[in-house]
C-alpha cells in the first residue's frame, strides 16, 4: 500500500522560506510523478510543482523564480519544496501528490501560512 508522509510547513513571516519534504513508501518502482498542490479556504486546488523521476520539473506560474523541487537520489521516492522570497498570498493547506501507475495518492496536507 502506498502512503504519503509530509513535514514542513508552518507560519512564517512575508519574505520567508519553508521547506516541505514528502516521502512515499511502498512498492514504487519505474515512471513516476511526485509534487505539490495547494488548496486556499474557498479555492480550487492547484498544482503548485512536480517532478518527474527523471528529473523534469514543472511550476506554476506564480511560484516560479521562487519555489523549486527537488529529489533524493535514484530509488528514494523523497521529493522536497524549497520555497523562498513567500508571499501572503501563498498560504494555503499544502498536499503532497504521487501519480504512480495512473492512480493518484494524496498526503494528508501541512498548512503553510505566511503573515504580512
Known amino acids: 500500500q502506498v502512503q504519503l508522509v509530509e513535514s514542513g510547513g508552518g507560519l512564517v513571516q512575508s519574505g520567508g522560506s519553508l521547506r516541505l519534504s514528502c516521502a512515499a513508501s511502498?512498492?514504487?518502482?519505474?515512471?513516476?510523478?511526485m509534487g505539490w498542490y495547494r488548496q486556499a479556504p474557498g479555492k480550487q486546488r492547484e498544482l503548485v510543482a512536480r517532478?518527474?523521476?527523471?528529473?523534469?520539473?514543472?511550476y506554476a506560474d506564480s511560484v516560479k523564480g521562487r519555489f523549486t523541487i527537488s529529489r533524493d537520489g535514484p530509488g528514494k521516492n523523497v521529493v522536497h519544496l524549497q520555497m523562498n522570497s513567500l508571499k501572503p498570498e501563498d498560504t494555503a493547506l499544502y498536499y503532497c501528490?504521487?501519480?504512480?501507475?495512473?492512480?493518484?495518492?494524496w498526503g494528508q496536507g501541512t498548512q503553510v501560512t505566511v503573515s504580512s
Open positions: 501528490n504521487l501519480n504512480y501507475l495512473s492512480r493518484d495518492f
Open positions: 511502498g512498492r514504487i518502482s519505474g515512471i513516476w510523478t
Open positions: 517532478i518527474i523521476v527523471n528529473g523534469a520539473t514543472n
